[in-house]
Each structure stands twice: as structure tokens, then as C-alpha cells.
């Protein structure tokens, strides 16, 4: 990716937008809503770093290239990340499409290549994000240390929060009763026992297009991946950032990962993974085959 994606805290925070019209004016509606406060400023002000000074971001916006750039290393002097409207050269971050849930938020970047694309994108992804997305974030975060705490072990906590995603207590946050949401939520959470692992083969081969939604979804959400050496790198792509990698692990290991509750995902380009299966079968541990070869 040419540009990393980053999500600034606003709670408390002071965003500084530099100049007056329309474009100035756009930049002060991204903020609708938010706990930041806006300042406005122009002129003299805005080519003075003490303007800047404890504010997290600035927007510039202005006809006047000379302004522009004046005001930019005003904001910088004061080291405050700044973003020139229509100047990607003066720009130390860009301004994606955002889709705003609340508590839920997607940004659609180009790195400022073409805002219209990032815009149509929007469009299409936010038919799909429900309005009530924000309300069920809510109801996570307020009980985040709650889950934490009965919950310490990562894997666990994610297949807990990953199955309340789609029961009961997420579907009555949606519906906006966050009162009855949060304490179908807590009962769950006594209830919660430690889950069974699971070792699923997926066909590694690539490209990435080829497989299942199901065997996308099992990727997205395993814990460790254990890969052969030339899984397709499209394939991997699909896998979560953080998830644990390795290589070509021994059934005994297979199974011991599994025994600790864990999701699995066994990237596969050969047809040795039906020894594998038909062993961990026998031992007990629980498989899933999922669009491997054939």
C-alpha cells in the first residue's frame, strides 16, 4: 500500500481549518457530530505556528497558492499534521470518502489520485453498513473491559466477540435497545466456556478469486495459519495482519494448537493435508475442509 490508513482520536482534541468558501467550509462538515472542536482561522492568524499550537490536525483552504503554502508551514512549525486542499504536494496526510456510523467508520483512499473513485466506492460500501453499526460498536466498547477481563487470552476473546457479532445482544443494539443489548451481552459472557480449536484446510494455491466465501471468511478470522512454503501470496493477503504464521507443522502440532482453542487455517498446495486430516480426525481434533485441492 502507498499509504498507511490511521484513525486519530477526536475526543478532546482541537482541528484547526485554515481559510473561508465552500472547500473550508466541506472540511468543517467532516466534523459534524464529533467531539472535536473546530477552529476556524484566516488571514494573519493562520500564518502564525502559535494558532496551531496543541491542535491534532489542520486543513488548509485557500485560492492563494502563496497563502497556502505560508499557512502549511505555519501548521507545521507548530507540528500539526496539515492537509492542502487540492495541493497533494503540501499534503503530510490525504482526506478519504468517509462513511460515518458512529462508532463504526470506513475511509476509501486513492492517496488523492482520484477522490471521485474513493467517492464512488463509498457510495457502494455504505449501502451495506447498516445504520445501526455504530449502536452494536457502542455496546462492545462499553463492556470491552468487562470482556477483557473474563476473557484475557486473545484467542478467546476473539471468537467470543466474533459469535456476539451476529446473536442476540448485536441484534437488539441494532434495533436500539442498548439497555436490553448490554445485559443479553453480560449473560453471555458468564456463560462463555472455551470453545473447541479447529485445524480448516483451504487450497493455497491462488489466485485468491478462486475460493469460497466461507473459506475467505475462515481466513479472516483464524488465529494461526500454518502454510505451505509456496501458498499463493493473494491468498495469504486475505488473512488478518496480526494472525500468527507458520510453516508445515507436525500433526502432533496441529493438534496441540488446536487444543488450546485456537482456529487454524492450514494453507494447502498439495494433497498431503489428507493424511493430515485423516489423522487429526482419528485423534479427535476437530476439521473442516474448505475449497482445497483437488
Known sequence: MDAFPAFFPLAGKTVVI??????????????DGSPAAVMRIDGEAA??????????????????????EAAVK????????VNAVDRPALCDFVTPAVIDRGGVVAAIGTGGASPM???????????????????????????????????PEPHRRRGFLRAQLSG???HAAMAGDLA?????????????????GIVQFIDARGPAERLTLRAARALASADVLVCD??????????????????????VDALAALAGEGLQVARLV??????????????AGVGTEVLAVAR
Open 18 to 31: 485554515v481559510g473561508a468558501g465552500e472547500a473550508a467550509d466541506a472540511k468543517a462538515r467532516l466534523f
Open 47 to 68: 500564518l502564525d505556528p502559535k494558532s496551531y499550537e496543541g491542535a491534532a490536525l489542520a486543513f488548509v483552504a485557500s485560492d492563494d497558492d502563496a497563502f497556502a
Open 74 to 81: 505555519a501548521a507545521r512549525d507548530a507540528h500539526v499534521p
Open 117 to 151: 473513485l474513493a467517492t464512488l466506492l463509498r457510495a457502494d460500501i455504505e449501502a451495506r453498513v447498516p445504520e445501526g453499526a455504530g449502536r452494536v460498536a457502542a455496546l462492545f466498547a462499553g463492556l470491552q473491559g468487562e470482556v477483557r477481563k473474563a476473557l
Open 168 to 170: 442476540p445482544a448485536a
Open 180 to 196: 436490553g443489548a448490554t445485559a443479553l451481552l453480560r449473560e453471555a459472557l458468564a456463560a462463555d466456556e472455551p470453545g473447541a
Open 229 to 250: 512454503e509456496d501458498a499463493h501470496a493473494d491468498v495469504l493477503a486475505l488473512a488478518r495482519r496480526d494472525a500468527e504464521r507458520r510453516g508445515p507443522q507436525s
Open 269 to 282: 498446495t498439495g494433497e498431503a493435508w489428507r493424511t493430515e486430516q485423516a489423522a487429526l480426525d482419528e
